[in-house]
Nanobody
Framework: QVQLVESGGGLVQAGGSLRLSCAAS????????VGWYRQAPGKQRELVAL???????NYADSVKGRFTISRDNAKNTVILHMNSLKPEDTAVYYC???????????WGQGTQVTVSS
């Protein structure tokens, strides 16, 4: 069992920055990967960024060069730094964790990010 708590969403002007945090608790051992996803109204949920237990990262093409995903192991937290934000980044952002044992997947409740022009 893993609990994920997201924070850092809000309203920001285009070109600005936000820092999203995903704090994990509970049975966090064996987490293989943590990712940030987003879903805009009328759109499918999409992967934004992913970090594995080994530190490998993956980004959606739309955010490469602007977003950075990282870990703060001391706080059991995954961070998404979002820079040069665009209105099209507006969405609900969700944290996701995958475990290797038992094989399972967990989601946070989501946090709203709104980028105004």
């Amino acid at each position: 069992q893993v609990q994920l708590v997201e924070s850092g969403g809000g309203l920001v002007q285009a070109g600005g920055s936000l820092r999203l945090s995903c704090a994990a608790s509970g049975g966090i051992f064996s987490i293989n990967a943590v990712g940030w996803y987003r879903q805009a109204p009328g759109k499918q949920r999409e992967l934004v960024a992913l970090i594995t237990s080994g530190g490998d990262t993956n980004y959606a093409d739309s955010v490469k060069g602007r977003f950075t995903i990282s870990r703060d192991n001391a706080k059991n937290t995954v961070i998404l730094h979002m820079n040069s934000l665009k209105p099209e980044d507006t969405a609900v952002y969700y944290c996701n964790a995958k475990k290797t044992w038992p094989k399972s997947e967990y989601w946070g409740q989501g946090t709203q990010v709104t980028v105004s022009s």
